[in-house]
């Protein structure tokens, strides 16, 4: 839409098959997707932004903590 600088989009989160130290497990998982204008946001900063969303999301102690 005009004047959207940046749409975060969370979808479900939901049980997946992942490989961990060579081994077939489970984990959940949640895709995230950022798109933003780059005219406005650097993509430095978006790509820092989604990881801050992402260790917040996995460490949720160390958002409330701040």
Do not use: C
């Not at 895709?31 to 992402?54: C, K, N, Q, T």
Request: no cysteine; proline share 6%.
């Amino acid at each position: 839409p005009f004047g959207t600088t940046a749409i975060l989009s969370v979808g479900r989160a939901d049980e997946q098959p992942v490989v961990r130290d060579g081994k077939l497990t489970s984990a959940v998982m949640m895709p995230l997707s950022l798109s933003y204008d780059h005219r406005v946001i650097d993509g430095g900063l978006g790509r820092r932004f989604l990881a801050m969303v992402v260790e917040n999301l996995e460490e949720p102690a160390l958002f409330l903590a701040e």
